[in-house]
């Protein structure tokens, strides 16, 4: 039972390119999320995911994007990196009904330069 | 709107030297209140659970209350590898909303 698995741990990507962070979990959670965290501050939610199939939008969406078309998996794009999306990425998931504790993986740091 | 504040946003304390970290929210309907533990480069740690207020849950040197209006973190005697940042978190609607966090520095 790995639980939330993130790749890659760290990234450095150049103005304007694009990639996919990407998240696995493997405790059959429904609800599935991905923060960022930039340095001395709280987590900030991008997008979440109820179950396959839907996303909603969080605190700070612009500039990402995501898809759930399983309950394992939930990647997140960044199109058109800018400097402002230097941070640290955190995903996690957890179950609502019931014992309610979030998972969360190890995070990727992501540097635009 | 739902918010989560935690405060003090640092606290420096003396080995042994006993304090409170606050949490503090505004959420229609709390479904529970988690605390976490964050050390530096890694994810979240995931500490208590609370769901009424009045029920309170311990592990070593943390205890963790809830009010109506705001949970506490009591750390007793704490030791230099208590140092960390502590988060707290509620649901609000299908998203799980987070506080600034408490860095904590224990000075030996």
């Known amino acids: 039972n790995a639980g939330v698995t993130q790749t890659p741990k760290f990234r450095i990507l150049k103005i304007g390119q694009s990639m996919t962070l990407q998240c696995t979990q493997d405790?059959?959670?429904?609800?599935m999320y991905w923060y960022r965290q930039d340095p001395g501050m709280g987590l900030k939610l991008i997008y979440y995911?109820?179950?396959?199939?839907?996303?909603d939008k969080g605190e700070v969406p612009n500039g990402y994007n995501v898809s759930r078309s399983t309950t394992e998996d939930f990647p997140l794009r960044l199109e058109l990196a800018a400097p402002s999306q230097t941070s640290v990425y955190f995903c996690a998931s957890i179950e609502m009904a019931g014992n309610t504790e979030a998972f969360f993986g190890q995070g990727t740091r992501l540097t635009v330069v | 709107e739902d918010q989560v504040t935690q405060s003090p946003e640092a606290l420096r304390l003396q080995e042994g030297e006993s304090s409170s970290l606050n949490c503090s929210y505004t959420?229609?309907?709390?479904?529970?209140l988690f605390w976490y533990r964050q050390d530096p480069g890694k994810g979240p740690e995931f500490l208590f659970t609370l769901y009424s207020a009045g029920e309170e849950k311990e592990k070593e040197r943390l205890k963790a209350t809830l009010t109506k209006k705001e949970s506490f973190l009591h750390i007793t005697a704490p030791k230099p590898e208590d140092s960390a940042t502590y988060l707290c978190?509620?649901?609000?609607?299908?998203?799980?909303?987070f506080g600034g966090g408490t860095r904590l520095m224990v000075k030996p």
């Open positions: 959420v229609s309907g709390l479904r529970g």
């Open positions: 995911s109820v179950g396959a199939g839907i996303t």
């Open positions: 978190a509620v649901p609000a609607g299908n998203m799980l909303t």
């Open positions: 405790m059959n959670h429904n609800y």
